[in-house]
Nanobody, 119 residues
Framework: QVQLVESGGGLVQPGGSLRLSCAAS????????MGWYRQAPGKQRDLVAT???????NYADSVRGRFTISRDNAKNMVYLQMNGLKPEDTAVYYC?????????????WGQGTQVTVSS
């Protein structure tokens, strides 16, 4: 059983920064992928960034160069440092854990944290 809890969302002005955190607990496989997706009102949930247990990262084109994903394997935590925020970044951000090797992987989601970029 796995649980993910996000934190760090809030209101920020355009150009500002925010750091999201996600803590995973439960039966976490050593081989896994953690990441962030976001969903704006009326939109589908889209990938923001992912990072494997080996440190390989992947970013959506819209955030590459502005956002940085990182993780702490010992703590089973993943972070998203968001710089140069834009109004279009406004969304609910969800933490993802894909638990285990890709052939035998289970996906888990957090409840989400609201990020609002507005002046």
């Amino acid at each position: 059983q796995v649980q993910l809890v996000e934190s760090g969302g809030g209101l920020v002005q355009p150009g500002g920064s925010l750091r999201l955190s996600c803590a995973a607990s439960g039966n976490i496989f050593s081989i896994n992928v953690m990441g962030w997706y976001r969903q704006a009102p009326g939109k589908q949930r889209d990938l923001v960034a992912t990072i494997t247990s080996g440190g390989f990262t992947n970013y959506a084109d819209s955030v590459r160069g502005r956002f940085t994903i990182s993780r702490d394997n010992a703590k089973n935590m993943v972070y998203l440092q968001m710089n140069g925020l834009k109004p279009e970044d406004t969304a609910v951000y969800y933490c993802l854990l894909e638990n285990g090797p890709s052939v035998e992987r289970s996906a888990y989601w957090g409840q989400g944290t609201q990020v609002t970029v507005s002046s």
